[in-house]
């Protein structure tokens, strides 16, 4: 086509369109749309949302690009906001559209990555060739994905070391080892980046870095994007496990409503000091969907059911983050409003009576048929609890199994506040994947909570214990207990972690890789590496993994995704929260977070009556202190709201 005297070639790009809706496809001497070019898609029936990947124009253009650019060894740089599906799209391409040749490692910076650490992940990911030169096994690239690019934050001189240390790497073709100290050449590697747009705690990248790189902006998903990606996943799903209820009905007027909700909290619920978690991206969008999904088909008798647990929900995983009352009623009115245009249904019309008669939603696993949930885990169904009381005792029945088994009982009184959250933390360890931050002053119920729902699903519990000398060797160590737990034993784990455990920061670092990848670099030492391998190799075969040792670990790491749940506990008072949270992102977008308000007067009267019944006191000086109780409290918490707002 581009020699001298060869035809010209005159098909024009059809109207209403760009050449960015269409690729020259040159066997046919045509243009095609995007999509045209791939095969028709189509769901497995055995599919998991987690493993749903709806193709659109943006991810088939950028897989495109970036698919090019690697097999002609141009490493490719996106930029984006978050939530754009930028890490999504180059891990399925890596993973399943490159071939045998291309191997693959992801990794991601945060605010407090290290050159050094950096450094030993990618050695650790290379072979030796010959004296002082490295890399993957002959006849293979090895592409390293790097998420998060411009998180690190800037040294004394306005450096950022990681970046320094990859930039070294991609102009001089190598680095210096440490250990040795000689010259280790890299050969057959490739960059591949992707990045969030500078502000917030992301910097701007010097330009001694970005040249090396063909820069890819990635623009946000438009609605006829989301739209498509949401109705066929709950479409499919709709038309699998819920054969009486019309899927027209309720598909396409859930992902509008969907989509108008997650809009409208993005443009009128912005970050301040005060609120810096008020952000929101395509993960939670996705989280409304994959709560739908995690229902009891049986429990969804028809569209009315479905819009409830719409409902329920967004409630989850909008509203539940919020700070204030203001803020909380501000969603619960804007979320009438959508239900009204979308369902033709008042939003009380769909609620009903609720748990408690007065519109309460909650849903759980551990009820069955008005009892105690019996049978296994994975056999347990989530529906809605209609009878709160009957909720309460059953709830006290598995306290009263836990501290029974418990060498620390725990003496919780039970009442409305705790059975909400105790619900809100049962229905994220359903999820694989899930993980939690609860936020909430000392005493406010997190930590027992956490047990209780915990025990609750029968999973493992682990926290770890700071001793004076704890350091970054016993923390590992912990570590690769919890790992060993849901990747070997393939045992459903919770780690609960509180901000007062936080003896070093990079503590924080292995928890944002373990949200955001599943995984710490560098966790396992190579002679225990194959200690894992050896524990994971009947699994991994019989599911059709490991017929090589990446393969096989790449299983143990899917196993600890699917089994782990991470719960942090954190406090709002001071600026530590704010500042962690813009430290390392993974925190706030791979988190479900539940905010802990300060405990009601119901909860307040039923503490104090627990305690006073065993003093002796007669009923009506009894009832009278337990007044009073409740009183001081409330009053010393307004008291101190109205001191912080007259002085500030």
């Known amino acids: 086509m581009t020699k001298e005297g060869a035809p010209k070639i005159g098909v024009p790009i059809p109207e209403k369109s760009t050449v960015y809706d269409f690729c020259w496809e040159r066997t046919k001497m045509k243009w095609l749309g995007w999509l045209d070019t791939i095969p028709q898609f189509t769901i497995p029936s055995t599919a998991k949302f987690q493993e749903i990947l709806v193709p659109t124009i943006d991810t088939i253009r950028y897989g495109y690009v970036l698919e090019t650019q690697v097999r002609n060894d141009y490493p490719v740089l996106f930029c984006g906001d978050t939530g754009t599906g930028k890490s999504v799209m180059v891990k399925e391409k890596l993973m399943k559209g490159m071939g045998d040749k291309f191997l693959s490692h992801f990794m991601n910076f945060s605010a407090n990555s290290k050159a050094n650490q950096t450094q030993d992940i990618i050695d650790g990911k290379v072979d030796k060739r010959r004296k002082g030169v490295f890399g993957p096994p002959l006849g293979k690239k090895l592409v390293v994905f790097v998420d998060d690019l411009n998180m690190p934050s800037k040294e004394a001189y306005g450096a950022q070391p990681p970046i320094e240390i990859l930039r070294q790497h991609m102009h001089w073709g190598g680095w210096w ?112 969907i994959q709560g739908l999904m995690s229902v009891d088909p049986v429990s969804i008798g028809g569209a009315e059911d479905l819009f409830r647990l719409w409902v329920h929900e967004c409630k989850r995983i909008f509203q539940d983050r919020l700070i204030d009352n203001k803020d909380q009623q501000w969603f619960h009115n804007m979320q009438g409003e959508v239900c ?3 369902f033709k249904k008042p939003m009380k019309g769909i609620i009903g009576d609720g748990a408690d008669g007065q519109g309460l939603l909650l849903y759980a696993d551990f009820i069955l048929q008005e009892k105690k949930a019996e049978a296994d885990y994975e056999q347990r169904k989530y529906s809605q609890i209609t009878d709160f009381q009957n909720a309460t005792s059953i709830v006290a029945e598995f306290l009263e199994d836990y501290n029974t088994l418990s060498n620390k009982p725990m003496s919780l009184v039970l009442f409305g506040y705790v059975i909400e959250h105790v619900c809100r933390l049962v229905r994220v360890f359903r999820q694989p994947a899930g993980h939690a931050l609860l936020v909430g002053v000392g005493g406010s119920g997190r930590q027992s909570l956490t047990r209780l729902a915990a025990s609750i699903g029968e999973f493992f519990q682990f926290s770890i214990e700071i001793t004076k000398n704890y350091d970054k060797t016993a923390w590992f160590e912990d570590l690769k207990t919890v790992f060993k737990k849901a990747g070997c034993e393939d045992k459903r784990t919770v780690f609960l972690f509180t901000d007062s455990q936080i003896v070093m920061e990079s503590m924080l670092e292995d928890i944002n890789n373990i949200l955001n990848t599943g995984s710490v670099p560098n966790l396992f030492p190579p002679d225990e590496v194959l200690q894992v391998l050896d524990a994971v190799s009947t699994k991994a075969k019989a599911a059709g993994r490991g017929l090589t ?43 479900t977070i539940d905010w802990f308000f300060p405990w ?12 006073l019944t065993t003093i002796g006191l007669e009923d009506k000086d009894a009832q009278a202190c337990i007044a009073q109780c409740m009183q001081f409290q409330v009053q010393a918490q307004e008291l101190s709201k109205r001191y912080l707002e007259e002085v500030s």
Request: some cysteine; proline content about 6%; aromatic content about 10%.
């Open 600 to 611: 009601p007067a119901e909860g307040l009267t039923a503490v104090a009556a627990q305690s």
């Open 340 to 342: 009204l245009k979308h």
């Open 177 to 288: 080892d440490r250990k040795e100290i000689e010259w280790r050449q890299l050969v057959d590697m490739v960059y591949v980046a992707a990045m969030g747009l500078p502000g917030g705690g992301r910097t701007h990248l010097t330009g001694r870095y970005t040249r090396w790189y063909n820069l890819v902006l990635v623009t946000p998903f438009d609605d006829e994007g989301m739209t498509r990606i949401f109705t066929t996943i709950l479409g499919w799903w709709c038309m699998k496990d819920l054969p009486s209820v019309s899927t027209t009905a309720v598909n396409a007027p859930i992902v509008a409503a969907t989509l108008e909700v997650f809009k409208t909290v993005s443009s009128e619920l912005l970050p301040s000091p005060a609120k810096s978690h008020y952000t929101f991206n395509l993960r939670d969008l996705a989280k409304v």
């Open 549 to 591: 040792p990446t393969d096989a670990f790449e299983f143990f790491i899917d196993q600890c995704r699917k089994n782990l749940h991470v719960v942090l506990c954190m406090s709002p008072i001071g600026s530590g929260l704010r500042d962690r949270l813009r430290q390392f992102p993974s925190l706030v977008n791979c988190c």
